[in-house]
């Protein structure tokens, strides 16, 4: 159980494009869902905290206006890339908790993000 | 600024020792102390984690020391394994907003 899926697993677009990649809680329902970024060799940083229903909250830092997150049901949350850039190209994970008293996240599998 | 610090940045550790992996953390209102592996090209993966009423947690051949005085905590694999080689990332939360903050990671390699 507690399985997240991301899809796609990899994209790789042209400059000023937009991507959208989905987050999905398969067996439980995530109340919350965060959204981190990796570059190579490096550790997860958040990016912003996403609640069912409501707006997403982001860590400083993070464009509100280019990474726009949407948690529009239990199960599903989207993070667009707006007009990506190559400094944008990284690895996005995103992990779900289901709102219960336990700490535990699961995370997803990552997409990797490839802007040319 | 890191608000959890992890070390060593790597370590090569020959089947069957045990590799050891430090964290240190500032924020005491920390209550909730993950470890999570990660594979090349993959998401992390929960290992095993501890809350600091607890001094130590043994999950198999990873163990985790826990020191709430020294705001320090540490990775144990035993036996270690060629499978086993991956990054490993020490993390923190609290109940209020459960974000994680990690730790810069330490890669894991295990030679046959």
């Known amino acids: 159980g507690a399985v997240v899926s991301q899809h ?6 042209k400059s000023g494009t937009s991507v959208k990649i989905e987050c999905r809680s398969l067996d ?8 981190y970024r990796q570059f190579p060799k490096q550790s997860l940083m958040l990016m912003a905290t996403s609640n069912e ?22 199960t599903l949350s989207t993070l667009t890339v707006t007009s990506a850039h190559p400094e944008d190209s990284s690895f996005y994970i995103c992990s779900a908790r289901d709102g219960g008293p336990q700490e535990e996240q699961f995370f997803g599998p990552g997409t990797r993000l490839t802007v040319l | 600024q890191q608000q959890v610090k992890q070390s060593p940045q790597s370590l090569i550790v020959q089947k069957g020792g045990i590799s050891i992996i430090n ?10 102390f993950p470890w999570y592996q990660q594979f090349p090209g993959k998401g992390p993966a929960l290992l095993i984690a501890i809350r600091p009423d607890v001094s130590e947690k043994k999950e198999g051949r990873f163990t985790i020391s826990f020191n709430k005085s020294a705001k320090q905590f540490s990775l ?3 036996d270690s394994q060629p499978g086993d080689s991956a990054t490993y990332f020490c993390a923190a939360s609290t109940q209020s907003d459960y974000k994680l903050s990690f730790g810069a990671g330490t890669t894991v390699t295990v030679r046959a």
């Open chain 1, 53 to 74: 229903g409501s707006k997403a909250t982001y860590e400083q830092g993070v464009e509100k206006d280019k990474f726009l997150i949407n948690h529009a049901s239990l």
């Open chain 1, 8 to 13: 796609p697993s990899w994209v790789i677009c």
């Open chain 2, 76 to 78: 144990h694999i035993m």
């Open chain 2, 23 to 32: 964290c240190a953390y500032e924020n005491t209102a920390f209550d909730y």
């Open chain 1, 28 to 35: 439980f329902q995530a109340t919350t869902m965060f959204w």
